[in-house]
DNA sequence: GTTCTAGAAC
DNA sequence: GTTCTAGAAC
């Protein structure tokens, strides 16, 4: 089966159960969520709109977002909207898997590639590392850095069915001559901007970005747990006593939380 | 995505 | 000289 098409062939599934599991996440009666075959991401699904979920709107309809951003535009939203709530949910998951392998939570972007590689409309939900073994080349980077103009976030795309019918002609064309070019553009951090000169070193740098804010959410978490027991055993200690002043932030919080 | 190759880095 | 990497070709 053509690798281009792979999408499709779920997304057409009149049984999504029969996808294998290694592949399905979860699906409803209008998505299927699958999980990346290479991720670029800690964590990284692509929700895809059924295709017989929103007659009329065909199959070619929901080939891309352009395609689909042709179409009556109460039918595309009516799309985006819907896996916008299937999205909240997923990013719902990952936000439990992130505190249960990893400690912490940290951000998930939701959003599409500008020029997808793939048939059919697939919304991309990864967690904001871009830490994986499957990202390799400037391209795959470039398709997910949140400031580059390639990657494409859900809310921005809804809010351009509230501006102007003109700039929503604009937009919605998503030419490939003005999107592809983001994609050879030199290899910064997402994080902090710096530039890299090969992804070898730009991955060992992502990997550092993500150890320290590993250690500053947890430690973040530390300083809320101290908190809230010293909170619970005075509030237990004076229980019976007149009112007591509000618990003060001790200095050394206030020192780390600006680091 | 994988394979191949030129050129950079070491 | 050998290894590594980016980019082109497929």
């Known amino acids: 089966m053509s690798a281009l098409t792979i999408l499709r062939t779920y997304a ?3 049984d999504p159960a029969s996808i ?4 399905l996440f979860e699906h409803t009666a ?28 065909t199959v ?10 042709k179409c009556d535009k109460d039918r595309a939203k009516e799309v985006l909207t819907d896996l916008s709530e299937d999205a909240k949910r997923i990013r719902t998951c990952i936000e439990e898997e992130m505190v249960k392998r990893f400690g912490f939570k940290w951000a998930i972007w939701t959003g599409f590639h500008s020029v997808p590689s793939m048939e059919h409309l697939h919304l991309h939900v990864i967690s904001a590392d871009l830490c994986s073994p499957s990202m390799k080349v400037k391209k795959h980077y470039n398709s997910f850095h949140p ?13 351009w069915f509230d501006a102007t019918p003109s700039y929503f002609q604009t937009v919605s064309q998503l030419k490939k ?7 050879k553009e030199d290899l910064s951090c997402f994080h902090c901007s710096e530039s890299f000169k090969n992804m070898p070193k730009l991955k060992e740098h992502l990997q550092e970005e ?30 019976e006593n007149d009112p007591v002043p509000p618990l003060k932030k001790p200095e050394q919080e206030e020192d780390l939380s600006t680091k």
């Open 12 to 14: 057409q599934k009149a």
């Open 20 to 23: 294998p599991s290694s592949v």
């Open 60 to 69: 070619s309809n929901l080939a891309n977002l352009r395609s689909l951003l």
């Open 177 to 183: 001559t003005e999107y592809e070019p983001y994609l």
């Open 30 to 57: 209008k998505s299927i969520t699958i999980i990346d075959a290479y991720p670029k991401s800690r964590f990284h699904f692509l929700i895809l709109p059924r295709a017989s979920a929103y007659p009329p709107l």
């Open 147 to 159: 400031k580059l103009g390639f990657f494409l976030s859900l809310d921005d795309v809804l809010s």
């Open 210 to 239: 993500w150890n320290k804010m590993s250690k500053r959410e947890k430690s973040k978490l530390e300083r809320k747990r101290k908190r809230e027991t010293e909170e619970n055993e005075n509030t237990n200690s004076n229980a």
